[in-house]
């Protein structure tokens, strides 16, 4: 008899336990409870995009390179600091619950401290309504204001085409012409003077355009063994642009007494970098790191000077990579 007994005590419990629903105490918040500041979050947003479209226009500004947008370039990366700004405080001020706990710091081992610090965090953006809006309005900005800071990275040359810095106007062929476009003869090439040439027909503002040409007694030429007849008469043609900073060469060191003065010489006035023409266009003196590019010439049966190719190597300042190429 004392076995069914147990068997209907055991089952009138598991019943009676059936029948109660259990209670699990609810959780005591740590962050009061509050509204979301629904306007506050929409101008968070209108904040942020307003950023995102200021910095979007510093790229197409900057493309422009006029003068007259210099202002509005400064404008433009200025004012999405300042949006940018604005909305971050207004995010502090207004849409994330602050409050401030005077108490003992609790050491971050204690697994009951890390649980409150979660429960902050997860309580906190409970006032908040729109968070997948703000974080793609926070993240339109931060990526165009980043796009914008890299923007003027394009002033230091191109990363993976450097085709354009190898290029020049110059041909086989192509005349040689003074600033008013007249064509010059070798007979116009005087010894002791210094003449700037240009390529007839072709864009003078270009960094391969002009040209350093003078007159040299042939027997001084101590030009490379490949170049032996690119001076014509003991005309010589150089960049004009120096190698060292971009500078032009506009200056021609011509002894007045041999026996005792330097030998003649082309010489950039920015640094003094100084160029020896009879030994094609190797550095005499200053910080220039290569020679000037040397242009072969031709005298057509006129009595022309002409291009008899390109330069020697790439012409203008060195660079990294500057003596992987030739001129093009």
């Given at each position: 008899?004392?076995?069914?007994?147990?068997?209907?005590?055991?089952?009138?419990?598991?019943?009676?336990?059936?029948?109660?629903?259990?209670?699990?105490?609810?959780?005591?918040?740590?962050?009061?409870?509050?509204?979301p500041d629904?306007?506050?979050?929409?101008?968070?947003?209108?904040?942020?995009?307003?950023?995102?479209?200021?910095?979007?226009?510093?790229?197409f500004?900057?493309?422009?390179?006029?003068?007259?947008?210099?202002?509005?370039?400064?404008?433009?990366?200025?004012l999405a600091?300042?949006?940018?700004?604005?909305?971050?405080?207004?995010?502090?001020?207004?849409?994330?619950?602050?409050?401030?706990?005077?108490?003992?710091?609790?050491?971050?081992?204690?697994?009951?401290?890390?649980?409150?610090?979660?429960?902050?965090?997860?309580?906190?953006?409970?006032?908040?309504?729109?968070?997948?809006?703000?974080?793609?309005?926070?993240?339109?900005?931060?990526?165009?204001i980043?796009?914008?800071?890299?923007?003027?990275?394009?002033?230091?040359?191109?990363?993976?085409?450097?085709?354009?810095?190898?290029?020049?106007?110059?041909?086989?062929?192509?005349?040689?012409?003074?600033?008013?476009?007249?064509?010059?003869?070798?007979?116009?090439?005087?010894p002791?003077?210094?003449?700037?040439?240009?390529?007839?027909?072709?864009?003078?503002?270009?960094l391969?355009?002009?040209?350093?040409?003078?007159?040299?007694?042939?027997?001084?030429?101590?030009?490379?063994?490949?170049?032996?007849?690119?001076?014509?008469?003991?005309?010589?043609?150089?960049?004009?642009?120096?190698?060292?900073?971009?500078?032009?060469?506009?200056?021609?060191?011509?002894?007045?007494?041999?026996?005792?003065?330097?030998?003649?010489?082309?010489?950039?006035?920015?640094?003094?970098?100084?160029?020896?023409?009879?030994?094609?266009?190797?550095?005499?003196?200053?910080?220039?790191g290569?020679?000037?590019?040397?242009?072969?010439?031709?005298?057509d049966?006129?009595?022309?000077?002409?291009?008899?190719?390109?330069?020697?190597?790439?012409?203008?300042?060195?660079?990294?990579?500057?003596?992987?190429?030739?001129?093009?």
């Amino acid at each position: 008899m004392r076995k069914p007994v147990d068997w209907i005590i055991a089952l009138f419990v598991l019943l009676l336990g059936r029948g109660r629903a259990r209670r699990v105490p609810a959780k005591r918040r740590i962050v009061a409870a509050r509204t979301p500041d629904e306007r506050a979050e929409l101008v968070v947003v209108l904040l942020f995009l307003c950023a995102a479209g200021c910095a979007i226009a510093t790229p197409f500004l900057y493309a422009f390179e006029a003068p007259a947008l210099t202002q509005l370039l400064g404008l433009s990366i200025g004012l999405a600091f300042v949006f940018f700004a604005a909305g971050l405080v207004l995010i502090g001020k207004r849409v994330v619950v602050t409050e401030e706990l005077a108490e003992p710091y609790p050491p971050p081992t204690r697994e009951v401290a890390q649980g409150e610090v979660a429960q902050i965090v997860e309580e906190s953006g409970d006032s908040v309504s729109r968070k997948g809006f703000l974080k793609l309005a926070g993240g339109a900005a931060v990526g165009s204001i980043g796009v914008a800071l890299l923007t003027p990275a394009a002033s230091l040359g191109p990363v993976l085409d450097t085709d354009p810095l190898y290029r020049t106007p110059w041909r086989r062929g192509r005349r040689l012409v003074d600033e008013n476009g007249r064509r010059y003869r070798a007979d116009d090439i005087e010894p002791k003077l210094f003449y700037t040439a240009f390529p007839e027909g072709a864009d003078r503002e270009e960094l391969g355009a002009p040209l350093v040409v003078v007159r040299l007694d042939p027997r001084d030429l101590r030009l490379p063994q490949d170049r032996a007849d690119w001076a014509p008469e003991g005309i010589v043609a150089y960049s004009k642009i120096c190698t060292h900073a971009g500078c032009a060469v506009s200056l021609y060191r011509v002894p007045t007494f041999p026996p005792v003065q330097p030998k003649p010489a082309l010489v950039c006035p920015c640094h003094y970098s100084t160029f020896d023409p009879a030994d094609g266009g190797s550095v005499l003196f200053g910080p220039a790191g290569r020679p000037l590019p040397q242009l072969p010439l031709q005298i057509d049966p006129r009595g022309g000077l002409r291009a008899a190719g390109n330069f020697s190597g790439p012409v203008g300042p060195s660079w990294w990579g500057v003596r992987m190429g030739k001129a093009k």
